[in-house]
């Protein structure tokens, strides 16, 4: 199934993809967006690469494995979660910068944790389609 | 250098307990509190009182004794360091247990002993009958545990606090509580499945394939005595009714005669002693059911005593196997000349067990028997029990601590030699104690048992023990009991000629339900997971859309209403374009056709958000939509050409499952609708958004924060999920590759 359009229109679109869905987590805070979507947007890119270029080379082009993705997504959310413990804070409490950090505005560990979430939605969508993709 | 590290820690525990004596008898009691879960109220506590210190000098004294003779019994054993670590833990989850001062903390280290016993016993893995005891045991005492924490609970919630001296307090309000009998009957749940009494008794003598220093350490010290410590320690709040005298007494009195009748019909000494365990469990457990002063004094008494002899018969029969490599008392005699030492200890041990003169055994057998002379209902039927199971014990005490002694060694081909100090002064020191408070019967009893019994009883009681109490009834019924004893020992070849058959136990019920268990799973799981992928579906929609359809039903609350029958044009083409693809995809016999149908249908509801300002969701909406319909693409391309293989009649079946589903979750959304919001919810979202949340995004903010902890349990689901997806396409690649 290999098509010329898909093959050239992905190489341009692929970072276009990635930039968007890193866009979508930074700003879902405050506009429509967030960790989720942001994953499925990079799930969608890499499909698509893969769709175009094939398993292996989609698997080259991500660089890490997919489940590592998810292992890590996990352990950023639990991480997120457990740092307000070292302040002496419930599981999970939001702490904020004061300063506002520029481009993301005031960060804090909801974004940690989104990131967390962006990384394991990406990790899972990807672990299914590349198994599927493998046999061809 | 090693032995002696390790011994330190049991010996410096007993020596630190053995100082607390004195303040303890005058009546302080010496509390710790950390707490551990403030919002439950729960606390890591313990306490030393009478009781406790009983139990904990025991503990921490045959502990040392044991680590000492293990050092030498399992001197060649591949695994003596282990052995040492598994048996310190126990320790320390016997001392846990016995010092307990919240029902939590308690609970945690009751549970602890089951665990450490079960390693202990099942300490020879390699062993097939090892590992079925150690299960056996896991198995009997776990049930009664999680009976147990049923009833700890119920009796925290109870009185309103999970503090033992709240608890210990509130025996008026608890006994007059309607929940009363629950309580008490979870709780002796455990406490007789602890304590190996009727019908849980055969685990005990299940587990004498333990190590010999295990079975003297847990299987007559220490652990099964913790039933007896659970009913000693809640008698003041539970006891004084008729339903635990009732229950105490029978199930006490029934365990007492059957472990005695069977104990003289073994011949190996280490199944001997464990049977006499169980009843000497079921005297203490008879005595605590009668809870009068005495009953209690001569309950706590027995319970050091039989301590003391036990454990050193246990290890005297450790011995004798080592020495002798025989433990069949049909093949051993004359062992009193090649291991003198054992011989002694065994002898007085026997003594004491057996209730002669001037040891323990016999200040203890003649307060039983005066106990249960004035026992509150029916003295002379308990008395007549007593006096049978007394008189088995005689017996077998003769059949374990004189037969291998005495006489000639029957097996010729037994070539027995002395045992080195280690493996003879541990069984001697507990024989000589007997002796010792058989001779200081009234210091004991002020400064130990004294403190102990204040605490079963509820309140000070005096305890003045005596060796000679003068010729009174108990002395006639004693005399009688050694009487009828050495009668049944010379009966004994007649008893242990039927010991051919094996006869009916409980524990063959046991066996029932541990072989019925699985296949009853087994049936369950051929019919509900049969591997076919549509009954799943099937069972999983349909139970779901049961359910709900019954709480839909039977909680009709205000009238349906339509929210918007007067929709806008774009609205309703929506609603049209989403019904005309769910048709299609019924209808249409091409996989891809139906793929994208059902595209349509989720492009359509995300239209729908899109409509009704919710772009977050319509987003990911969209994205999860094209994501599954490149998956679905990716698999049906391998799939063969579709053709219809199912009767019309499973279609109809199909069609009326998808029907119920659709109209409930219709029903549901309808009902869910015509239900005013409330609006103090999402305003209050809304309003703390932005100065709480820091952000603008509700949708997102609650997701990240308000409720991120539902998030990190979706998002922990997804990982699991993408585990499952993995190892199931995985092992089909896998294969490929060798191919």
């Known amino acids: ?136 | 250098m090693l032995p002696a590290l390790l011994l330190s820690i049991p010996l410096g525990l007993f020596a630190w307990f053995a100082l607390q004596i004195g303040p303890v008898a005058t009546g302080q009691l010496l509390q710790v509190s950390v707490p551990w879960l403030p919002s439950l109220g729960v606390a890591l506590s313990f306490r030393l009182d009478g009781l406790g210190l009983l139990f904990a000098l025991l503990i921490t004294g045959i502990g040392a004794l044991v680590l000492l003779y293990a050092s030498s019994y399992l001197h060649d054993h591949p695994h003596l360091k282990r052995f040492n670590g598994f048996i310190l833990a126990f320790m320390a989850a016997m001392l846990g247990t016995v010092l307990a001062g919240d029902l939590i903390t308690l609970f945690i280290f009751w549970e602890l002993t089951g665990l450490c016993s079960f390693l202990l016993i099942g300490f020879d893995y390699q062993q097939e009958a090892s590992r079925r005891a150690a299960f056996q045991a896991l198995l009997v005492t776990g049930a009664g545990g999680l009976a147990l924490l049923a009833g700890i609970i119920l009796l925290g919630q109870s009185v309103g606090s999970s503090d033992l001296t709240t608890i210990l307090n509130s025996g008026d309000l608890l006994r007059s509580h309607s929940l009363y009998l629950p309580i008490l009957i979870l709780m002796l749940a455990g406490a007789f499945t602890k304590s190996a009494q009727f019908p849980f008794h055969f685990w005990l003598p299940g587990a004498m394939a333990a190590p010999t220093p295990v079975s003297a350490y847990l299987h007559s010290a220490t652990m099964v005595k913790l039933g007896i410590f659970l009913m000693a320690r809640f008698s003041p709040v539970l006891g004084g009714t008729d339903s635990w005298l009732i229950c105490l007494t029978s199930v006490g009195g029934l365990t007492l005669l059957l472990g005695a009748a069977k104990a003289i019909q073994r011949t190996d000494l280490k199944q001997i002693l464990a049977w006499t365990t169980v009843s000497a469990l079921g005297m203490l457990t008879l005595l605590l059911g009668l809870g009068t002063p005495l009953a209690t004094t001569a309950a706590m008494l027995l319970l050091a005593v039989h301590a003391l002899y036990k454990s050193s018969l246990f290890l005297t029969a450790g011995a004798v196997d080592h020495g002798s490599g025989t433990r069949d008392i049909r093949r051993l005699g004359g062992l009193g000349r090649t291991m003198p030492q054992v011989a002694l200890a065994a002898g007085l041990a026997a003594l004491s067990m057996a209730g002669m003169l001037p040891l323990a055994g016999f200040i203890a057998k003649e307060l039983f028997y005066e106990a249960t002379l004035h026992a509150p209902y029916s003295p002379w039927l308990i008395t007549a029990v007593a006096f049978l199971g007394n008189s088995l014990t005689v017996a077998a005490a003769l059949l374990a601590g004189y037969l291998p002694f005495y006489g000639t060694l029957k097996d010729t081909e037994l070539h027995p030699h002395q045992v080195d100090l280690r493996l003879w002064l541990p069984p001697l020191l507990p024989a000589l104690l007997g002796l010792l408070i058989g001779f200081f019967p009234a210091a004991f009893g002020r400064l130990l048992l004294a403190p102990a019994v204040a605490q079963v009883a509820g309140k000070p009681v005096p305890v003045e023990l005596a060796l000679w109490h003068g010729f009174n009834p108990m002395l006639l019924i004693s005399v009688v009991t050694l009487g009828a004893g050495l009668a049944l020992f010379s009966l004994r070849n007649h008893f242990q000629m039927q010991r051919q058959s094996p006869g009916w136990d409980t524990e063959q019920l046991y066996d029932l339900l541990l072989a019925g268990l699985p296949r009853f799973a087994d049936m369950i799981t051929s019919y509900l997971q049969n591997g076919r992928l549509r009954y799943y579906l099937m069972i999983v929609t349909g139970t779901a859309v049961a359910l709900m359809a019954a709480t839909l039903f039977t909680s009709s609350t205000g009238t349906l209403q339509l929210p918007r029958p007067d929709g806008s044009l774009h609205e309703w083409l929506t609603a049209v374009i989403i019904l005309a693809g769910a048709l299609m995809a019924t209808l249409t016999d091409s996989r891809l056709a139906a793929v994208a149908a059902l595209g349509v249908v989720g492009y359509g509801v995300a239209l729908i958000y899109i409509l009704f300002g919710a772009p977050d969701l319509a987003m990911t909406q969209f994205c999860i939509e094209t994501l599954s319909i490149i998956l679905f693409v990716l698999v049906l391309h391998k799939l063969p050409r579709f053709t219809l293989l199912s009767s019309t009649r499973s279609r109809l079946r199909d069609m009326v499952i998808a029907l119920g589903v659709g109209s409930v979750m219709t029903m549901l959304v309808w009902r869910a609708v015509s239900q005013p919001l409330i609006p103090s919810l999402s305003t209050w979202f809304m309003e703390q958004s932005l100065p709480a949340g820091h952000g603008r995004n509700v949708v997102n903010v609650i997701l990240v924060d308000f409720r991120a902890l539902d998030t990190l349990g979706e998002i922990t689901v997804l990982a699991v999920a993408a585990l499952g997806v993995y190892a199931m396409l995985k092992p089909r690649s896998g294969k490929e590759g060798t191919d």
């Open chain 1, 1 to 136: 199934m290999h098509s010329l359009i898909l093959a050239t229109a992905i190489r341009l679109l692929l970072p276009l993809m990635l930039l968007f869905s890193l866009f979508l987590l930074l700003r879902g805070h405050n506009e429509p967006g967030g960790g989720f979507v942001g994953g499925l947007v990079v799930a969608a890119a890499f499909a698509l690469y893969t769709l175009a270029h094939g398993e292996k080379e989609g698997r080259r082009m991500l660089r890490v494995a997919p489940l590592q993705l998810v292992a890590s997504g996990l352990l950023i959310a639990l991480t997120s979660g457990l740092l307000p413990l070292l302040a002496g804070l419930p599981f999970l409490t939001a702490l904020w910068s004061a300063v506002p950090a520029p481009v993301i505005g005031h960060a804090g560990t909801p974004l940690l944790f989104d990131l967390g979430v962006y990384l394991l939605v990406a990790g899972m969508s990807l672990l299914i389609i590349f198994t599927l993709m493998e046999e061809n």
